[in-house]
């Protein structure tokens, strides 16, 4: 039977179209079923490339007798997360409150009012490790509905009024300054990983915003150790097992602490962040192998992610099929020596075997390895071999069955991904990243912007979906459009950005500074879902304030300055508690303390001192450039700002004070060095 999941747009619905669970979409109709049947609803969430979600899937959503039970006691209702995050936000924040823990699938069971009273995440079709099986679960459930029901409201109630409490006051704490950023770095000194680069052991996330914090404090105040930090780490992931050392990209996370065995999904947003991180780390030490990772990461999101309409599709799934045809996590990836001889011959295989770390044992499943750089830099093999070796097994593993890809696209993603192939694209000359970033931002303001004046949040085959945009999609669209107004000099970025961010102040903006991830006028949930940290990306509570700040000052709007530190009072108060979780939230801070500053240029795009301009390493400096006389009718930071005697010129501004303007690209260098 197809169920109603047929008619949606999101590619995790669609794999549980042919379910024979009867699932609805998240939906008032779905709850209104529920209230007529006197039933309960559970609601599974998940993603389209999350491992144990298709797992879950295979064993129970696809078995006729739990399916049967199922529909026969519960209205099932499926939910895509990156569809949804107001939705994943709120039931998640009340699994982790009630269990410890969280993940996905996400189990919830709600009243037909939409209030959960049992969670949790997987469950196994039989017993085991402590967990009980997903029938028990359901059977469990249904006897407390069936026989104790007061009970069941009671425990509901009391759920939604501990998750009501805890909204947050606006500027919890004050403005971050020298001594709070400081103690953030203290704090991350401790956390860190000497041996192996990161923070914290097992599983090791690659903290892609933290080392944007690091990058912009040593920029600011010259902090070796914030450097070494930053450096270290993005050495050890590059020639970890989670970079994919043929293909470019990053996976998910390491399973370990070393970076040796990735969860093998690769996701837009972390190639996004971590292809800026590795240009703005080029920006900071000129390193070859930054370079080399910031350009392959961008190429692999061109080559394998994006879409025939132009913008970037969500994932690459953890799993495909081997060769004995099973459907096995890292399939695409792995090598055994003897997969090497087949493709290299006994001597390039020995070879590739020493350089990638390949062993007889294998450092994965069933003697296959995951291929790493296991060699110290100096000791690095004969370039033009290795590049040999590389591109014959490439074109060997392109003869692979492909994990699957979903290719909805994620408006906050995509604008991470336009800032980060701008930026490359200006830093690299590599003109074509910069056309993939605009053609990007060509499709959110057509398709996900269209004629109504807001912003949705996905888009799949050119289709906007359904559902209204989070803080989340304003905040890094506008940070991915202020990102190509500085390269392209193209003044309509700027405008699109503040018309975004107008729509923050008026919707997302609550008392004091404080910001939901939800406008005034969405979907009512038991919450209005709010959280300042950030996570696998930024929050949208700290994407919005960069992006505010960074918009304040291209434009001179006090509105826009006073919203950003408004919402930078959350950092100073968990920034020196939790700094691994409010990194990008540092980072803004870092660009506060800075000032910005604002640079003017007055000459060519593309000009020398616009490229200078682009590769200062003040931290959130905005750059604004052209020479034409109507420049300044797009950028207000060129206004009566002429090039001095018909020669290129560039002016610094900063805490509201102006250098002298300068024709002097080795001058202007000086004034953005940090």
Not at 87 to 114: H, I, K, N, S
Not at 188 to 208: C, Q
Not at 428 to 440: G, I, K, M
């Amino acid at each position: 039977m197809a169920n109603r999941l047929a008619q949606t747009t999101s590619p995790y619905l669609l794999q549980h179209a042919d379910n024979p669970v009867d699932w609805w979409p998240w939906s008032p109709e779905a709850f209104e079923e529920a209230r007529r049947r006197g039933v309960p609803v559970l609601l599974s969430v998940g993603y389209a490339s999350c491992h144990w979600c298709h797992v879950m899937a295979h064993e129970s959503f696809e078995d006729p007798a739990v399916a049967d039970y199922l529909n026969a006691h519960f209205v099932p209702v499926k939910v895509d997360r990156e569809e949804r995050p107001d939705v994943d936000a709120v039931y998640m924040e009340a699994v982790q409150a009630a269990t410890g823990q969280g993940g996905w699938p996400m189990t919830v069971f709600l009243t037909d009012d939409a209030e959960p009273f049992y969670f949790g995440t997987y469950f196994p079709p039989e017993p085991r490790h402590g967990m009980p099986s997903f029938q028990q679960v359901l059977e469990g459930v249904v006897a407390a509905w069936t026989d104790r029901r007061e009970e069941v409201a009671e425990v509901a109630g009391r759920i939604v009024r501990d998750l009501a409490g805890r909204s947050l006051a606006g500027g919890e704490g004050a403005l971050p300054g020298e001594p709070e950023l400081a103690q953030a770095l203290l704090r991350l000194t401790r956390d860190y990983d000497e041996k192996h680069g990161g923070f914290g052991g097992a599983p090791k996330f690659p903290p892609s915003m933290v080392i944007e914090f690091l990058l912009r404090h040593h920029a600011r105040t010259g902090s070796e150790g914030a450097l070494q930090m930053a450096a270290d780490s993005c050495a050890a992931m590059a020639r970890g097992g989670i970079y994919d050392q043929l293909g470019g990209g990053f996976a998910r996370y390491a399973v370990d602490g070393e970076w040796t065995v990735p969860h093998f999904e690769k996701m837009l947003y972390d190639n996004a962040l971590l292809c800026r991180v590795y240009a703005h780390l080029w920006r900071a030490t000129g390193s070859d192998l930054a370079r080399r990772v910031a350009l392959e990461t961008a190429d692999f999101m061109v080559r394998e992610l994006r879409t025939t309409e132009g913008g970037f599709a969500s994932a690459l799934d953890a799993d495909s099929e081997d060769e004995r045809g099973r459907h096995v996590e890292g399939a695409f990836y792995v090598w055994t020596p003897a997969q090497l001889r087949e493709v290299l011959g006994e001597e390039d295989a020995a070879f590739a075997a020493d350089h990638f770390g390949v062993t007889e044992e294998g450092t994965f499943e069933e003697g296959s390895s995951v291929l790493r750089l296991v060699r110290t830099a100096d000791e690095d093999a004969d370039a033009d071999r290795v590049a040999d070796v590389r591109a014959r097994l490439l074109a060997a593993r392109e003869l692979r069955v492909r994990p699957e890809r979903d290719d909805k696209i994620v408006a906050a993603w995509n604008g991470l991904a336009i800032a980060a192939l701008a930026e490359t694209g200006a830093y690299f000359d590599r003109p074509d990243l910069v056309e993939r970033a605009t053609e990007a931002a060509d499709l959110l303001v057509r398709v996900h912007m269209g004629d109504v004046a807001r912003l949705c949040r996905t888009s799949k085959d050119g289709r906007a979906g359904e559902n209204s945009g989070v803080l989340e999609d304003y905040g890094d669209v506008a940070e991915g459009f202020l990102a190509l107004a500085s390269v392209t000099g193209e003044g309509a970025w700027l405008d699109f950005a503040g018309f975004l961010l107008d729509i923050v102040l008026e919707r997302f903006t609550g008392e004091g500074g404080q910001l939901f991830d939800t406008a005034d006028d969405a979907e009512r949930l038991i919450r209005r879902p709010q959280d300042p940290t950030d996570s696998a990306t930024p929050a949208g509570w700290t994407a919005a304030a960069g992006a505010l700040l960074s918009y304040a000052a291209h434009t001179g709007s006090e509105a826009h300055r006073t919203a950003a530190e408004g919402a930078l009072g959350i950092v100073g108060a968990l920034g020196p508690k939790a700094p691994r979780f409010i990194g990008w939230g540092l980072a803004v801070a870092e660009a506060l303390l800075d000032g910005p500053r604002e640079v003017a240029v007055a000459g060519p795009v593309g000009g020398e001192l616009h490229r200078t301009a682009l590769l200062g390493r003040a931290p959130g400096a905005v750059v604004a450039a052209g020479e034409t006389a109507d420049a300044g009718t797009e950028f207000p930071l060129l206004v009566d700002r002429p090039m001095a005697g018909g020669e290129p010129t560039a002016y610094v501004c900063r805490h509201f004070v102006c250098d002298a303007p300068t024709t002097d690209a080795e001058e202007l260098a000086g004034k953005l060095g940090g």
